[in-house]
């Protein structure tokens, strides 16, 4: 039998290097050859034009040309994979940590100590400042993979990643890779760059009385303008130029590589979208996008506190009577005209997803979001800009951060590596979602490679989920969902506060908790409801709460969705809480843990906030430091030091 099982596995491999051979006979044009987007004029021409395949495919390994051969493909694991009973309490460390070396153990023991430590966590990123002149570039380096750089960060680089990601895959455990690298600069630095890419013009409109409590909530505050200010839990990317962006991107599609190369195309690549272009142009954008929603409403007569948004939609016949009842004169070509923008698909109903592909746009983006307004005499017709002062050189940035948007998406799709869009602060965040939902429009038809995220210590974040799982319900799209609690709270309370406008967060812990588990749910329903074998509805749980991992589970094996159905997944972050990350793992759960990467001088910073972290969270630490302890004295009662971890617990 081994024989045979031997043969089937030499079989399947030389079916893989065929197909392998097969893809990479197309001819694919160059990365040189693909034209250099320098102004206006040649953005919108590439941005119209049909997708290009920007990599050669001769580096695609056999396991993604496999995946896209057959649907229900499988990696080939060298023994079946052994698995353990969940254990929901959480508590069983011996399997917890089996993982780990001793030296891990002891390290991890040191390092969530000293992060208990207030002083410590406070002063961090001016401790590692300090450490770093007195001791030297070798030296510090030395300390630094010795204590917090060797628990938080996964390596320097792709290829040193190797040997982490595949022990972590012996345990069960995926990979989410991330490169870490971080600015540091002051918080006064920070915020002037952020305020002079500010046009003045739309500061001295932000500033205008009269202006309603929801489009405050789009106006650039310079007291705000340190967007890393009270945000532990995510990383920020401070815009410098259109240069640094191409950069970002560059950084991405490396990232993807990575992905690809070293987690046999199971993982994740983690993307920010204020990494790929101004980041004032989305909060532009989504001033305009909220606005888009209240008019309408308005000409709908329609409540949007109690009706999801997708519901709202109507016949183009009945909404030329709408129209013409609040004094528009729809027989005018330029109303005609406006009405073909927002029915593109021409089927006779309006709704705000059809109102323009804000990606694809062939017109202005001003253009593209403006709306006809009551005009006196029967010839008149006026439109609204819902924009705010959208010059040329505005256009142009825009359309260059949809170009490299596009091309990372289409980059992640060709190598087989899902794309996880960050959430932002809440001034970013209606663009970011409309993008990543047109994103899922286009690219999730076969299987869901882009997933929006969805932070649900906001109180909008419930109907905002119905709408876009509707939505893809509607247009037969798979859906993708990561769901947090969120990382800019703080934050988002005090610049509410400050500019006067509703708190858009839940009042405390228990709300937010209350809803996650009411996302979770329904997501769960949806998935069965969709059927679950057809994986038409994904879900990433990306939480350190045990709590919640509970509550997933049970809710799971209530609705009968398996852990091999692959359609909910865990994540957590490398160096905490692998007693609910390696419990999930080896007990079959699909679990991915976010490993981040890069140079020790380059990740600094986010060290500094993983201390922070920790420091805020001392109750999980608690626990963790028990079980760690509990595990080392075990092994030194054992005589098992030199343990050498070594594990079969294969991933789903």
Known sequence: MGLLNYRLRLAQQANHTWKRHQVTQRAVPKIKDIPKVDSLKSSKALAGSPPLPLFKDHDVSPDILAKRADPHWTPIYPSPPSRIPIDLTFENYKECYQSKTTGEIVRALLVLNLCRISWIGDH??????????????????????ATFYGHFVGGEDPERLKPLVERLRQFGVKSILDYSAEEDVSSETASKKEMSIVPKDVQEMSSKEGQSAVLRQFNPSENFGDRRKDVVSARTYLYENEVQCEKHMATFLKCIDAVSGTTYSTGF??????????????????????????????????????????MRRTKVEDFKHYLTERGIFVEKPEIQEWLGHIDTNRDGVVDLFEWGDVIDQ??????????????????????????????????????NMMRRLKIITEHAVSKEVRMMIDAEQT????????????LMRRYNRDKAYVFNTYQCYLKNTYQDFITHLELSRKEDFFFGAKIVRGAYI????????????????????????????????????????????????????????????????QKMKELGIAPADRVVCFGQLLGMCDQISFNLGQAGYSIYKYVPYGEVEEVLPYLSRRALENKGVLEKTAKERRLLGKELGRRLMSGQLMYTPKGDYWPV
């Open 124 to 145: 961090s990123l001016q401790l590692i400042r300090i450490a770093r002149k007195t001791l030297g570039k070798k030296l510090f380096e030395l300390a630094m993979k």
């Open 269 to 310: 690549a983690a993307i920010k979208l204020t990494a790929l272009g101004r980041p004032e142009l989305l909060m532009r954008l989504s001033a305009a996008l909220v606005e888009s929603r209240r008019y309408f409403n308005h000409i709908l007569g329609l409540d949007e506190d109690t009706e999801p948004m997708v």
């Open 362 to 399: 062939t017109k202005k983006l001003d253009r593209l979001l403006r709306v006809p307004v009551p005009f006196a005499g029967p010839e008149g017709v006026q439109f609204k800009s819902l924009l705010k002062k959208f010059t040329d050189e505005d256009e142009e940035m825009f359309y």
């Open 427 to 438: 001034y970013f965040q209606p663009a970011i979602s409309r993008l990543t939902i047109e």
């Open 490 to 553: 703080k934050q988002e309370r005090d610049r509410a506060a400050q500019l006067n406008y509703p708190d858009p967060t839940q009042p405390d812990f228990e709300s937010t908790t209350e809803n996650y588990e009411r996302v979770v749910e329904t997501a769960l329903e949806e998935v069965v409801a969709r059927g679950v074998k057809d994986r038409k509805v994904a879900i990433m749980m990306a939480t350190h709460n045990e709590g919640t991992v509970r509550f997933t589970v």
